[in-house]
């Protein structure tokens, strides 16, 4: 058995090295993508960059398929760590916010998983509740979680703060069942809400929304080379898209440009606005669409910005020519946007296929604070969840930031439910 | 501690913990018995026992609320109230499932709760669920209350047929159950029906019918062991009961079943074999004329061990 437990260990580490000079490899090749190469369509050899060496656990176990290649569930994995790392005032705010509608019993045990080390969190629990932190590794966590929350004994509530990290684990069916067995009251955790399959999120050397009544646009200003803008693939699957829009140009000499989006580039020059359409295969996550500039830029008479050139009348088209994010919402982010591919379907086939009886849900707005009504799911034998009492899960009462989950292991005793 | 009640819960057939209940009530616990088949109050009196220090002792499938006893059995009861339902709102002290199936002691699906309870009773040693942390009680089988005595033969060979998947023959109707199972059931087969929803209709009906019929709240040991020979149909626990008890099981598939699944599924038991309704209605024949040709079988089941069980739930 130690010679197992020792390979096993050895396998382990090969893997993370593995993994650590794929990272390395692919950062390298996004450097020196060629530049005789003129569309945007990947190297070919991009399936071996991009292949993850190491077995994630499989979706495929959840029934009801999320579908994913292994390429997919790298870059998923790979947003959800990056994300994750950049939430500890989220973390704050989520946790404190949750306390204003969830009230933890006397004598209850709690293990709280943050990455943080949130000393005035704890503090907000009463002292009659036994806390016990959990800063879990981020990285890898796919394969160690199972062995860092063996080293638990089984508590009422497991909290994730951070939702990313419940993204992470909610990707694994495997994590969850394991998960359910330190608990015996319900895991509680936030995910953050949103509706649309694509997002974009403008970088900080775009100026702010402009528009008149034919046109929309926003201007690349600053003397810096380079300006990116974000596009977010809410989904869990690789998506084609189109990307259309109008590039206005302040210089009439010729004007150079280079865009770079994952491996996939495209360069042209132009002396004229002109109208620019094409497609781009976006993996799940978030990832940067970076427009290079060579010209300088310029300040004209009514206008004290440096302008280099404006995006007009960007456009998201799915592959079947079906706009898929509203104008207003294509232009009015500015920051990192949220991120959440994983829907209320399958978070509820996650949940109830492993461990996890009856799950409450709830929206909440965070600034002011507020919250909807709960709505219950159950397992069910044959559907894998039904909603409990019959009604819709989720309805819109107002615009939501977060879905908090508490799914437990049990069923609370409902007097008179008829089906 | 103040007084501590014993809940002792489950529904018809599947509530088999009554010999336990009536064994710990005579020692003098304080015992309250919800089969939810009988009772019709069962949400007062678990509501009366909040706060109070309860042992709860479960033989239900732990996934059947309403809506997904509704599902399994295509029959909905509104006295169903799922064992997860009364964990959450008990709280109790402590908490002990005793599976009632021999054949199929967990459902796939329910193994995702089982942590969920302190102690399981199991009827042998079974180490490969170590890995859900539950304290693993080797009691021996809860529905076998004595020794098993070996067979005995007055020239005749008795036959029982231990009939399951009620469910659906309640839908196909008193007639249409009786055509089919008749040419077996007039060759001097005994049959008992499992405790549940209108049974005793198809008692009197098969009774006026020429059969002979066995109590359905009869203990299922004292029908096996009164026969020599036990068919069953279905996948239901009999099957197990039976053959480990060192009883020959024909398991009878009608026509429009898969006889290659249920084989498949029985692949594992001793004893057991699986016959077509004609198949079966030959060998009964052959085996009524020659009974020197039936096996001599051994039988490996354990009986309940009260004493050790009672122990562990008092502790």
């Known amino acids: 058995m130690d010679v197992l437990n020792e390979q096993s260990r050895l396998l382990s580490e090969l893997d993370t090295k593995i993994l650590s000079l794929m990272n390395l490899i692919q950062k390298n090749s996004e450097m020196q993508i060629s530049k005789e190469k003129n569309l945007l369509t990947p190297p070919s050899d991009s399936s071996f960059l991009y292949q993850p060496r190491i077995l994630f656990p499989s979706l ?140 974009i999120s403008w970088g900080n050397t775009f100026s702010s929304y402009e ?45 150079h440009f280079e865009i770079y989006f994952l491996n996939q580039y495209l360069e042209f020059s132009i002396s004229h606005n002109i109208e620019i359409s094409f497609e781009l295969s976006v993996p799940p996550g978030n990832h940067q669409l970076t427009f290079h500039y060579k010209n300088k830029p310029i300040v004209n008479n009514t206008d004290a910005r440096l302008l280099n050139f404006a995006i007009v009348d960007f456009t998201l088209l799915s592959d079947d020519g079906h706009i898929l994010l509203e104008k207003n919402k294509i232009y009015s982010q500015d920051n990192n946007i949220d991120f959440n591919p994983i829907s209320e379907d399958i978070i509820r086939h996650a949940l109830h296929g492993n461990g996890f009886f009856e799950i409450e849900s709830f929206k909440q707005q965070l600034n002011p604070i507020k919250f909807t009504k709960p709505s219950i799911s159950r397992f069910h034998l044959i559907n894998n969840f039904y909603e409990f009492p019959m009604k819709s899960l989720l309805e819109d009462e107002f615009e939501s930031d977060v879905i908090w989950y508490i799914a437990k292991r049990n069923a609370t005793l409902h007097e008179g439910h008829h089906v | 501690m103040s007084k501590v009640t014993y809940l002792f819960f489950g529904y018809a057939c599947e509530y088999v913990l009554n010999p336990l209940f009536q064994y710990m009530q ?108 539950n304290t693993m009680i080797d009691v021996g089988w809860i529905k076998r209350d004595k020794k098993i005595y070996s067979q005995s033969y007055d020239n005749s060979v008795a036959i029982g047929f231990a009939f399951s998947d009620f469910e659906y023959h309640r839908r196909l109707g008193l007639e249409k159950t009786l055509e089919i199972w008749k040419d077996i059931l007039l060759k001097n087969v005994t ?77 594992n038991l001793p004893n ?30 354990k009986p309940f061990d009260f004493e050790l069980a009672i122990k562990n739930i008092v502790t």
């Not at chain 2, 996934?63 to 997904?68: A, G, M, Q, S, V």
């Not at chain 2, 057991?272 to 040709?293: A, G, L």
């Open chain 1, 211 to 255: 528009n008149n009544e034919e046109h929309h646009w926003r201007w690349a200003v600053g003397s810096a080379p380079a300006h990116s803008l974000n596009i977010t693939n809410n989904s869990l699957n690789t998506k084609n898209i189109t990307l259309k829009y109008t590039l206005w140009i302040t210089d009439d000499s010729i004007t």
């Open chain 1, 60 to 199: 495929n176990d959840i029934d009801g398929n999320f579908g994913q290649t292994s390429v997919d569930q790298y870059h998923l994995i790979q947003e959800f760590e990056k994300k994750a790392r950049f939430q500890q005032d989220k973390e704050t705010q989520l946790f404190s916010s949750f306390l204003t509608y969830y009230h933890f019993q006397k004598n209850e045990s709690i293990i709280l998983c943050s990455l943080f080390h949130l000393q005035h969190i704890s503090n907000a629990l009463t002292d009659n509740i036994t806390l016990t932190k959990y800063q879990p590794t981020i990285t890898n966590l796919n394969k160690i979680f199972i062995t860092e929350i063996d080293k638990f004994s089984k508590s009422n509530y497991f909290f994730i703060i951070n939702p990313y990290i419940a993204n992470l684990i909610l990707l694994s069916p495997e994590m969850i069942k394991q998960l359910s067995r330190k608990i015996k009251t319900a895991l509680i955790f936030p995910i953050y809400y949103n509706q649309n399959l694509f997002s």
């Open chain 2, 191 to 267: 049959i008992k029906f499992p405790l549940w929803n209108e049974v005793e209709q198809y008692e009197e009906y098969f009774s006026m019918n020429g059969v002979s019929v066995f109590p359905c709240n009869a203990n299922i040991s004292d029908f096996i062991d009164k026969h020599h020979i036990i068919l069953a149909n279905g996948l239901s626990s009999v099957n197990a009961e039976a053959a480990y008890a060192g009883r020959l099981v024909i398991n009878v598939v009608p026509s429009n079943f898969d006889s290659i699944y249920i084989k498949n599924r029985f692949k």
């Open chain 2, 26 to 133: 005579k020692l003098g616990y304080s015992c309250v018995e919800l089969d939810l088949f009988f009772n019709n109050n069962a949400l007062q009196i678990i509501k009366s026992l909040k706060n109070s220090h309860v042992v709860f002792i479960n033989s239900a499938h732990l996934f059947y609320d309403k809506e997904n006893f509704n599902a399994g059995y295509q029959y909905y009861s509104d006295n169903v109230i799922s064992p997860l339902e009364v964990l959450d709102f008990l709280k109790p002290i402590k908490s002990i499932h005793v599976p009632h199936d021999l054949f199929e002691l967990f459902h796939k699906q329910e193994i995702a709760w089982l942590d969920l309870f302190d102690m399981i009773f199991i009827p042998f040693d079974m180490p490969h669920y170590s890995f859900l942390g």
């Open chain 2, 272 to 301: 057991i074999q699986v016959m077509s309704i004609n198949e079966c209605i030959q060998y009964i024949d052959d085996i009524q004329k020659n009974s020197n040709k039936l096996p001599n079988l051994k039988s490996v089941i």
